[in-house]
T-cell receptor, first 107, second 113 residues
Framework: RKEVEQDPGPFNVPEGATVAFNCTYSNSASQSFFWYRQDCRKEPKLLMSVYSSGNEDGRFTAQLNRASQYISLLIRDSKLSDSATYLCVLNTDKLIFGTGTRLQVFP | DTAVSQTPKYLVTQMGNDKSIKCEQNLGHDTMYWYKQDSKKFLKIMFSYNNKELIINETVPNRFSPKSPDKAHLNLHINSLELGDSAVYFC????????????FGEGSRLTVL
């Protein structure tokens, strides 16, 4: 089983929609979790950390479920500029990246 | 000012050649990394250096040799290039080993013909 699994998508949603991605992980010793964003042919950039209590940053909400070993990212009121690949990342003794979920927001 | 810069951005070369990619960060970070992103977009760590000391060396062929002359620089030399080495190589840095926020360079796209 892969250490980090994500639905590759693409998720095609209209502007203004709410969209959610899940990511499952297999290593229960994972210490911390993150969502990164990668635009086409660009480098990955940190979007947000994922805390046990859940956290929100504007239109973005991240949640962690340790019991079921998954993290989620919710994007409300999608913008065209949200189109990107969203990488789930977990930290054991190094950062392990998922292969990403591609989001395409259309007008 | 580019925080993490790597050169060259594009590299096209023949099988069997040797090539190098250079990376520099001006963030004052103490840890630097090389990641490889293949055609399936899988981003996998190759090496990590903390204060010029090798910390992580994943299962990478020994044709790949990293060198860190100081904590602001991490170069990658690849000998005897193979077709399967074609990928985007990202350099990254962080403050502290095992930090959650990595700052990536723009990537070096290597194509081996």
């Amino acid at each position: 089983r892969k250490e980090v699994e994500q639905d590759p998508g693409p998720f095609n949603v209209p502007e203004g929609a709410t969209v959610a991605f899940n990511c499952t992980y297999s290593n229960s010793a994972s210490q911390s979790f993150f969502w990164y964003r990668q635009d086409c042919r660009k480098e990955p950039k940190l979007l947000m950390s994922v805390y046990s209590s859940g956290n929100e940053d504007g239109r973005f909400t991240a949640q962690l479920n340790r019991a079921s070993q998954y993290i989620s990212l919710l994007i409300r009121d999608s913008k065209l500029s949200d189109s990107a690949t969203y990488l789930c990342v977990l930290n054991t003794d190094k950062l392990i990246f998922g292969t990403g979920t591609r989001l395409q927001v259309f007008p | 000012d580019t925080a993490v810069s790597q050169t060259p951005k594009y590299l096209v070369t023949q099988m069997g050649n040797d090539k190098s990619i250079k990376c520099e960060q001006n963030l004052g970070h103490d840890t630097m990394y090389w990641y490889k992103q293949d055609s399936k977009k899988f981003l996998k760590i190759m090496f990590s250096y903390n204060n010029k000391e090798l910390i992580i060396n994943e299962t990478v062929p020994n044709r790949f040799s990293p060198k860190s002359p100081d904590k602001a620089h991490l170069n990658l030399h690849i000998n005897s290039l193979e077709l399967g080495d074609s990928a985007v190589y990202f350099c990254a840095s962080s403050q502290g080993f095992s930090a959650g926020e990595l700052f990536f360079g723009e990537g070096s796209r290597l194509t081996v013909l």
